[in-house]
């Protein structure tokens, strides 16, 4: 059984930077992608940011290019996401997830998320 545990969320102004960081327990980290989705009032869970298993590639949702930076320590079984140039539409509930499947892609974890943690909220105000 696999756990996810967020933390790092808060309270911020428009411009602001935040890390968030995800810690797991319960299996092999190394093995597997993981990555972040985001879920705003009345809309759907939306992917965000993914780190292929290992030290591998990372992959982002177009909205946060260039803003948000996903990376993952290995030796302390956490991943990040590095959150700059925050805006309003940044406000949203933060779940970390971890693919099911053993050395998959942060493309996989996109079309397949799996285990998730329990999310942190992240408000931006203007």
């Known amino acids: 059984q696999v756990q996810l545990v967020e933390s790092g969320g808060g309270l911020v102004q428009a411009g602001d930077s935040l890390r968030l960081a995800c810690t797991a327990s319960?299996?092999?980290?190394?093995?597997?992608?993981v990555g972040w989705f985001r879920q705003a009032p009345g809309k759907e869970r939306d992917f965000v940011a993914g780190?292929?298993?290992?030290?591998?590639?990372?992959y982002y949702a177009d909205s946060v290019k260039g803003r948000f930076a996903i990376s993952r320590d290995n030796t302390k079984n956490i991943v990040y996401l590095q959150m700059n140039n925050l805006s309003p539409e940044d406000t949203a509930v933060y779940y970390c997830?971890?693919?099911?499947?053993?050395?998959?892609?942060?493309?996989?974890?996109?079309?397949?998320?799996?285990?998730w943690g329990q999310g942190t909220q992240v408000t931006v105000s203007s």
């Open positions: 997830t971890a693919a099911n499947e053993q050395f998959s892609s942060a493309q996989d974890l996109r079309r397949r998320p799996g285990y």
């Open positions: 319960g299996r092999t980290f190394t093995t597997y992608a």
């Open positions: 780190i292929t298993w290992g030290y591998g590639s990372t």
